[in-house]
């Protein structure tokens, strides 16, 4: 059977200021989707960037006193510099203000629209928030400000050109309501399904050149009109293919790919959930096939947010208390559903938890006993069942490996040698498989998690030392219990590195250099993750 072709993204961020732990939650969500799929063998391409062309960015520019194409490459800069610190795998880097693919593009989107006879020009007075860079009736406000950004909007009346939301209301509605497009979790799905059972308006898709400061790609055939800033940044999902420009990309990964997936969060849900699918049904063009939704991170209950100035810097994060610490508390501790209170205290307790305390004493005891009893030697077992089709490690940013079966290396196991360890290690890739599919990250390391928890019982409940005290006795039953013991043990361990791999690919490079032995020997234990608190408290 062919693989299926997955295409992810994220979200394009605006680049009025650095990036925050917020956004990084979206990158290392759809990293560890990637990553997970790389490993089952099916090809993705993942997708990032920047939204460059929005008017917040010329106006923190002005603030700032600097020209807005030097603003945006360095805060642009900042954004694509996440990959290092945070380990990410992403394919294609898109910016709306530099790239030569997007500006052919949106043009091209425009074309399509205006050819459906879905936009039409009319003079138009609302309220615009700068931070949403949307137009909001009265209705929609809190106690006459925006809710997501707590400020006043700005009355605006100009002429603009506009498209017809209207006419796709009916279709939109059975499209989410069927799941032909997926929206995730459902509690997201009935709010869009909601929206659009009160009724959709056409909206404003340009800006005029003087009120958008000259910034931005000019309207198709139109230029004293500057394309709508969501019109522009959403188009890059299609554009960093080579939409309007003949590349195969675009065929390959959206007009012929199985999945489409946007990760978004869920500030921007109706943009992703009804003006960008009603805007490729004007055009002619395939739909996304799922938008997956996060909530957000705060400080002290306040979202996270370069407007609202609650940021923390992912990069400083990761420098000072390792990438693998802020990839795992984001995967471990945020809910699918809920926002999340973020302190550096809990990204610490977790790390010192679970890194220190549970994963790295786990493989510390593990090496340590092979040494004492065995030399450094990992008992043969018997061979290996496949369990299944392979699949590959190989993505970038992280080393090809070994192809490794459906099963994971489970499959080593033998019954004798702790059936419970042996059933949970077996278990453990379906169970990631069904809970990433449900864009629940903190499901999928529970189901990795198991594996810590049933090896440490296993433990407790062979006592391998008693079982080399018998064996110098004489006893070669226990000999034998303690070979298949051991085994059990290196095993698991090595499902453990297998399964974290998409995760914390950092981590789990380092637990597989742990158990592979060197000349036949494997290295000598050592502590693979520091405690965290012991290195950050003050002398």
């Known amino acids: 059977m062919t693989a299926r072709r997955h295409y992810i993204t994220t979200t394009i961020p605006y680049v009025n200021a650095r990036p925050h732990l917020g956004f990084a939650l979206e990158l290392v969500q759809a990293d560890t989707l990637a990553r ?63 790239d030569p693919r997007h500006r052919v593009g949106v043009e091209r989107l425009w074309r399509r629209c205006a050819a459906s006879g879905d936009l039409y020009r009319k003079e138009y007075e609302g309220l615009y928030c700068v931070g949403c860079e949307q137009f909001y009736t009265p209705g929609e406000l809190v106690d006459g400000r925006c809710a997501e950004h707590g400020t006043e909007p700005q009355p605006v009346a100009e002429e603009n050109w506009f498209f017809r939301l209207s006419r796709y209301a009916d279709r939109l509605h059975r499209l989410i309501s069927s799941g032909d497009l997926r929206v995730e979790p459902a509690a997201r799905r009935n709010e869009v399904l909601a929206l659009i059972e009160r009724g959709l308006h056409d ?138 209170d973020f302190t550096p205290d809990r990204l610490i307790a977790r790390a010192d938890a679970d890194f220190a305390g549970g994963l790295g004493n786990l493989v510390h005891r593990v090496v340590t006993m092979v040494h004492r009893f065995r030399g450094g030697i990992v008992p043969a077992g018997p061979p290996a069942d496949s369990g299944g089709p392979a699949s590959t490690s190989a993505s970038p940013g992280e080393p090809a490996g070994t192809p490794v079966p459906s099963g994971g290396p489970a499959g080593r196991l033998a019954s004798p040698a702790g059936p419970a360890l042996a059933e949970v290690c077996a278990r453990a890739p379906g169970l990631v498989d069904a809970a990433l599919a449900d864009f629940d990250f903190r499901r999928a390391v529970h189901a990795v998690w198991e594996i810590v928890e049933e090896a440490n019982r296993y433990i407790d409940a062979t006592r391998p030392w008693e079982l080399a005290r018998e064996e110098r006795k004489g006893s070669a039953e226990a000999a034998q219990r303690l070979d298949a013991a051991l085994l059990a043990l290196v095993t698991a361990c090595r499902t453990l590195a297998d399964e974290l791999r998409p995760f914390v690919p950092d981590a789990a490079t380092r637990i597989t250099a742990q158990l592979t032995p060197v000349d036949g020997l494997l290295p000598a234990a050592r502590p693979l993750f520091p405690r965290l608190q012991e290195v950050t408290q003050p002398a």
């Open 36 to 98: 997970h799929h790389r490993r089952r063998g099916e090809p993705v391409r993942l997708l990032s960037g920047t939204d460059d062309n929005s008017l917040k960015n010329v106006l923190a520019a002005e603030a700032a006193g600097v020209d807005v194409q030097s603003f945006v490459d360095r805060n642009a800069d900042a954004f694509a510099a996440l990959r290092g610190p945070l380990a990410l795998s992403f394919d294609d880097f898109i910016r709306t203000s530099s």
């Open 203 to 340: 909206f404003s898709i340009s800006r005029s050149h003087s009120r958008a400061r000259g910034w931005g790609i000019p309207v198709p055939d139109d230029p004293s009109q500057v394309v709508y800033v969501w019109w522009d940044a959403l188009g890059n999902y299609v554009t960093s293919l080579g939409y309007g420009t003949g590349d195969s990309a675009y065929e390959r990964w959206w007009g012929a790919g199985d999945r489409r997936v946007h990760l978004i969060g869920k500030g921007v849900l109706r943009f992703h959930a009804v003006y960008w699918p009603a805007i490729l049904l004007s055009a002619g063009l395939p739909l996304p096939t799922d938008i997956l939704v996060h909530d957000y991170l705060t400080v002290d209950g306040r979202k996270i947010s370069k407007s609202a100035g609650t940021t923390v810097d992912p990069a400083a994060l990761a420098a000072a208390h390792g990438t693998d610490a802020v990839r795992w508390w984001l995967l471990r501790d945020v809910p699918r559903v809920g926002d999340a």
